[in-house]
T-cell receptor, first 113, second 115 residues
C-alpha cells in the first residue's frame, strides 16, 4: 500500500524518443508535483497541480507535458528526449499548498542514450 | 539568491553518537514551513520532520529533532544515537506561502555513520 507510487523505476531510451512516467497517490492529497534531481543530486520543482489544475510550471521546456486525469494521478510525458534529460524524476504529493507533509514517490531514473 | 543553504557537503559520525546537520534559509515571509528528507543510496526520498514558522516548540520525530532558531534563520537537524542505517544524503527544504506548495531544496549533506 505505497502512498506515492511511480512507474517505471528505471527508463533507458534513445534520443528522440517519447516516453511517459506515471504517478499515483492514495493519500487523498489534492496537490501533486514533479521534481527533477540532476546528477549533482540537486532537486528542483518542475510542475505542480492542485485538483487537476496546473499551478506551477517552472520554465520547463515544452517537450515536458504533465497531465492530471484526476487528483490522484499526475503523469509526465516527455517528447523528443535529449541527453540532458537524463536525471531522476520524482513525483510528490501534499495536502494543499501549505501542508505539513509532502511525500515522494520512489523516483524514476531516466537515462537517455 | 540561494534560499536554502546546507554548508556541509559531507559529514562523518561515530555510531551511537549524535550529529547535527546544518541548514539556513532565507525568506521575507512570516509564514513558511521547513522540511528534512533522507535519501539513502536506494534513491527514495523519505520525509523525516516538519517545522512550521509559527511553531514555538522544536519538532521531534523519534531520534530526529529540528533545532529551529527563527532569528538566525536556521533549521538544523539533530539525529541522536546514530545508526549505520542513517548513512544517507539529507536534504533541507522550505515551503513558502503563495508559491504553489513547491519545496525549495538545499544542496544536501551526505552523512556517513562509522561503526
Amino acid at each position: 500500500d505505497t502512498a506515492v507510487s511511480q512507474t517505471p523505476k528505471y527508463l533507458v531510451t534513445q534520443m528522440g524518443n517519447d516516453k511517459s512516467i506515471k504517478c499515483e497517490q492514495n493519500l487523498g492529497h489534492d496537490t501533486m508535483y514533479w521534481y527533477k534531481q540532476d546528477s549533482k543530486k540537486f532537486l528542483k520543482i518542475m510542475f505542480s497541480y492542485n485538483n487537476k489544475e496546473l499551478i506551477i510550471n517552472e520554465t520547463v521546456p515544452n517537450r515536458f507535458s504533465p497531465k492530471s486525469p484526476d487528483k490522484a494521478h499526475l503523469n509526465l510525458h516527455i517528447n523528443s528526449l535529449e541527453l540532458g534529460d537524463s536525471a531522476v524524476y520524482f513525483c510528490a504529493s501534499s495536502r494543499g499548498r501549505a501542508g505539513t507533509e509532502a511525500f515522494f514517490g520512489q523516483g524514476t531514473r531516466l537515462t537517455v542514450v | 539568491a540561494q534560499k536554502i543553504t546546507q554548508t556541509q557537503p559531507g559529514m562523518f559520525v561515530q555510531e551511537k553518537e549524535a550529529v547535527t546537520l546544518d541548514c539556513t534559509y532565507d525568506t521575507s515571509d512570516q509564514s513558511y514551513g521547513l522540511f528534512w528528507y533522507k535519501q539513502p543510496s536506494s534513491g527514495e526520498m523519505i520525509f523525516l520532520i516538519y517545522q512550521g514558522s509559527y511553531d514555538e516548540q522544536n519538532a521531534t520525530e523519534g531520534r530526529y529533532s529540528l533545532n529551529f532558531q527563527k532569528a538566525r534563520k536556521s533549521a538544523n537537524l539533530v539525529i541522536s544515537a546514530s545508526q549505520l542505517g542513517d548513512s544517507a544524503m539529507y536534504f533541507c527544504a522550505m515551503r513558502e506561502p503563495f508559491q504553489g506548495g513547491k519545496l525549495i531544496f538545499g544542496q544536501g549533506t551526505e552523512l556517513s555513520v562509522k561503526p
